[in-house]
């Protein structure tokens, strides 16, 4: 059975995507690539580390029932992971493409953040670029920002990404949205849980603000 790269999918700041084969199975295998300008010894820590929570991450979240891209290999030599390619278009092209049932598909990228909440583990980058329907499946993927033990803080942060991730790409619908997602969150932790995230949410976003200001009557020094 062949295992093997084919293409590069995507370069990024912190890792490189290839699609490839594992023992004939169509795959993603993602490379945390060395940073020259880390230390030698603190960047193979850095990325050992990250892979390794990465791969924890993808468990937690098969465990509390969302669905993620199967985990075939984990490499530490390589600082690599070998994951199910799931093929379908993502949440971002749907909107972008005109996708019918808006509400349907924010509601369940709700309900898919709620069932990572609600085994204390947050994504770190929830935009609609890193959701994938496959069927009537939504795929949540690339945990590499992700972390375990979460706070209400961290949970607010996760949401308050999402929110700041919709505004920024699909302005139009983005309030109606993050509402429909909400609502969805509520869903799977419950009306009271939801309700104190949001309102983490609220004060992030205030924090936001004030800073914003303070920057505008006072620039930093050149």
Do not use: C
Request: proline fraction near 3%; charge should be positive.
């Amino acid at each position: 059975m062949e295992t093997r790269r084919v293409r590069l999918v995507k370069k990024g700041a912190e890792a490189e995507l290839w699609f490839g084969y594992w023992l004939g199975l169509p795959s993603i295998f993602k490379v945390r690539r060395e940073k020259p300008y880390r230390p030698a010894e603190l960047d193979r820590w850095v990325r050992v580390r990250r892979t390794v929570t990465e791969a924890r991450l993808l468990h937690e979240a098969y465990l509390a029932g969302l669905a993620v891209p199967s985990l075939y290999h984990v490499d530490l030599d390589k600082t690599m992971i070998v994951m199910e390619y799931v093929e379908g278009p993502t949440a971002k092209e749907l909107v972008e493409g005109g996708y019918k049932d808006l509400e349907w598909l924010f509601r369940e990228m709700g309900r898919g953040i709620g069932l990572l909440h609600s085994r204390r583990v947050v994504h770190g980058d929830l935009t609609t670029s890193n959701v994938i329907m496959r069927g009537s499946k939504l795929y949540f993927i690339d945990f590499g920002l992700g972390d375990k033990n979460a706070r209400l803080e961290d949970m607010g942060v996760d949401l308050h990404l999402f929110l700041r991730a919709l505004e920024n790409t699909h302005y139009d619908v983005a309030s109606r949205a993050f509402e429909w997602a909400m609502e969805g969150y509520a869903e799977v932790v419950g009306e009271s849980q939801a309700k104190a995230v949001r309102e983490k949410v609220r004060e992030i976003r205030m924090r936001g603000r004030h800073v914003m200001e303070r920057r505008k009557r006072k620039p930093f020094p050149v």
